[in-house]
């Protein structure tokens, strides 16, 4: 082994010693927490003698404006309004569609419960998340109020304050009562918000319930939809009418429900009567120019007796136009509405078709009320 030269012996020992320097000074500095630890978060800096006037009108400003958001919340006030409503109206037709889903159930019918239960779902669903965006902001507000209530508090304590005006110390708690005050609301709104979001999900709980039986119902009107189910009316037996007149023909949940509804919807039927009456009086003057029309033109004879009925074709009209805003409506109340529909019907067609055809149509009416009397002495006559 070639022994180093002096100058290259020197280099090695300046480079070991450099390097013996290097590690005892990271071990130093190692063994002392108080360099590396970070330091302590401080308190909250107070806000300097001469600032205090700039910085409370900003603050003012801010507190105002979460303030005014406060007071003005709709989200709360409306869910708390309809929250209870809607929870019984989900009850009611919960205990409604029990009944009707115990026996056979038209297709038709299972139609227009999917969209009343789609309808409850999106309208909890906008609740809860409604809800919950209020809840997010209403944390951001409280944090910050929090923090200027922490800066005010330690600016009340500046030892220079004492020396100040009696109006600056004033101005500084009037200042830190208004974020106390604030900050106590936004806890109290958030707090409801929260109590609300419990209701709600309550109630999409209990609506979920209904569902497998509906999803069941749906399953066997589509396998059965060719298969003869249940025995005809007329072959029923006398024990059969003596255990459906027993049970009300016309369940409470219904007639409940459709109490609910006429108190919850003036509008739609203010609405419809209003376009039956607008319809009439549009009939009512075409009906003289109809006059002139068919004899100066006699291939229009044959639909002119349809303005001779103004109700009747005014009524018939108005459901053509409205008639899906009864898609949601209770299914007694959707029963009576059709029903009703029958007679201007009737009387329409009766002008219309050919007299041999009458008792086809007197047929198909009542076949369509023995169609609802089967749908509900099928569901009263099971279990």
């Not at 360099?35 to 806000?47: D, F, R, S, Y």
């Not at 923090?147 to 110390?169: M, R």
Request: with cysteine; proline share 6%; glycine share 4%.
């Amino acid at each position: 082994m070639r022994r180093l030269a002096p100058k290259e012996r020197q280099i090695c020992i300046a480079v070991f010693v450099a390097f013996c320097c290097g590690i005892s000074g990271h071990l130093g500095r190692a063994q002392q927490p108080g360099l590396t630890e970070p330091k302590a978060n401080a308190g909250p800096t107070p806000i300097p003698l001469s600032e205090i006037a700039s910085q409370a009108d900003s603050t003012l400003r801010s507190v105002q404006n979460i303030e005014t958001m406060l007071s003005t919340d709709q989200v709360t006030t409306t869910v708390e309004r309809r929250l209870e409503p809607l929870t019984n109206e989900i009850e009611l037709r919960g205990t409604e569609m029990a009944k009707f889903l115990s026996g056979t159930v038209p297709l038709e019918l299972l139609y227009s419960m999917e969209i009343v239960l789609q309808k409850y779902r999106n309208q909890l669903s906008s609740w809860n998340h409604d809800l919950t965006e209020r809840s997010k902001i209403l944390d951001s507000q409280i944090g910050q109020l929090d923090d200027l209530g922490k800066i005010w508090k330690a600016t009340l304590e500046l030892p220079e304050l004492s020396s100040a005006a009696p109006e600056i110390p004033q101005r500084v708690q009037n200042i830190i009562d208004l974020i106390e005050r604030t900050q106590r609301a936004a806890i109290s709104l958030r707090q409801r918000d929260l109590v609300l979001q419990g209701h709600v999900l309550e109630t999409a709980t209990r609506l979920q319930a209904i569902s497998p039986a509906f999803e069941q119902a749906e399953t066997n009107a589509a396998n059965n939809l060719f298969v003869q189910d249940s025995p005809p009316v007329w072959s029923l037996g006398v024990e059969q009418w003596k255990e459906a007149t027993r049970a009300s023909f016309i369940p409470p949940a219904s007639i409940a429900l459709l109490k609910a509804y006429i108190q919850s919807e003036p509008a739609v039927l203010c609405l419809h009567a209003g376009v039956i009456f607008c319809f009439f009086l549009c009939l009512t003057w075409l009906r003289r120019r109809v006059e002139k029309w068919t004899a100066e033109e006699p291939n229009l004879r044959r639909e002119a007796p349809v303005f001779d009925l103004p109700v009747s074709t005014a009524i018939t009209l108005s459901f053509l136009i409205l008639g899906s805003l009864y898609s949601t409506a209770p299914f007694l109340l959707r029963t009576i509405l059709w029903g009703v529909l029958l007679i201007p019907i009737t009387l329409i067609l009766r002008r219309l078709i050919d007299r041999a055809l009458f008792p086809m149509l007197d047929a198909l009416i009542v076949l369509y009320f023995v169609d609802q009397f089967r749908l509900g002495l099928d569901s009263d006559c099971k279990p």
